[in-house]
T-cell receptor, first 113, second 115 residues
Framework: DAMVIQNPRYQVTQFGKPVTLSCSQT?????MYWYQQKSSQAPKLLFH???????NEADTPDNFQSRRPNTSFCFLDIRSPGLGDAAMYLC????????????FGPGTRLTVL | AQTVTQSQPEMSVQEAETVTLSCTYD???????LFWYKQPPSRQMILVIR??????QNATENRFSVNFQKAAKSFSLKISDSQLGDTAMYFC????????????FGTGTSLTVIP
């Protein structure tokens, strides 16, 4: 089945130690998104790629970076995680067609010690 | 900017009963899309139902239906014959076309179906 895959599902890192989360998709979608979701809150969009074009949300901290080496893969890099960065990170994809739904991955739960 | 409001943080319903989750939004756009997503505990978010603003007919998907009132900017979700598997967080989302299909999410409603 076509899907959105996130690895790892659970990630533990230490305060200030860089961490990379990965997302891959078999849907061949043009658009990929990274969201941060804290407990019982709505997902907050960090950035998205429209093909290779990177779109950063105005309030996304510089601590968060992203790479999209090809259509299938997208990475979220947190350069110096703080305690406040502990959250669920969701990857989603969408086609280019206006109004199409977003398909979400299962998420990576990040714990910062 | 688009805002989406879900005024019911938590709701509960008896199994087999009907429940309605409310959502209002604010926009100056005439063409847009509205979605309801479901996020079960510790599971991934999945689409429940989708509505195109230019379509007057309310969308339905099996036990799920919406009441879309464009003038009132209201988009409520009705779940009929509630099942235990409907227990989840429900998010209403607004999408403006030609923005990379970017969502504006509401704050969510936590629904519990009681056996």
């Amino acid at each position: 089945d076509a899907m959105v895959i996130q690895n790892p599902r659970y990630q533990v890192t230490q305060f200030g130690k860089p961490v990379t989360l990965s997302c891959s998709q078999t849907l061949n979608h043009n658009v990929m998104y990274w969201y941060q979701q804290k407990s019982s809150q709505a997902p907050k969009l960090l950035f998205h790629y429209y093909d290779k074009d990177f779109n950063n949300e105005a309030d996304t901290p510089d601590n968060f970076q992203s790479r999209r080496p090809n259509t299938s893969f997208c990475f979220l890099d947190i350069r110096s995680p703080g305690l406040g960065d502990a959250a669920m990170y969701l990857c989603a994809t969408s086609s280019r067609r206006p109004g199409d739904e977003q398909f979400f991955g299962p998420g990576t739960r990040l714990t910062v010690l | 900017a688009q805002t989406v409001t879900q005024s019911q943080p938590e709701m509960s319903v008896q199994e087999a009963e009907t429940v309605t989750l409310s959502c209002t939004y604010d926009t100056s756009e005439s063409n847009y899309y509205l979605f309801w997503y479901k996020q079960p505990p510790s599971r991934q978010m999945i689409l429940v139902i989708r509505q195109e603003a230019y379509k007057q007919q309310n969308a339905t998907e099996n036990r799920f239906s919406v009441n879309f009132q464009k003038a009132a900017k209201s988009f409520s979700l009705k779940i009929s014959d509630s099942q235990l598997g409907d227990t989840a967080m429900y998010f209403c989302a607004f999408m403006k076309p030609n923005t990379g299909n970017q969502f504006y999410f509401g704050t969510g409603t936590s629904l519990t179906v009681i056996p």
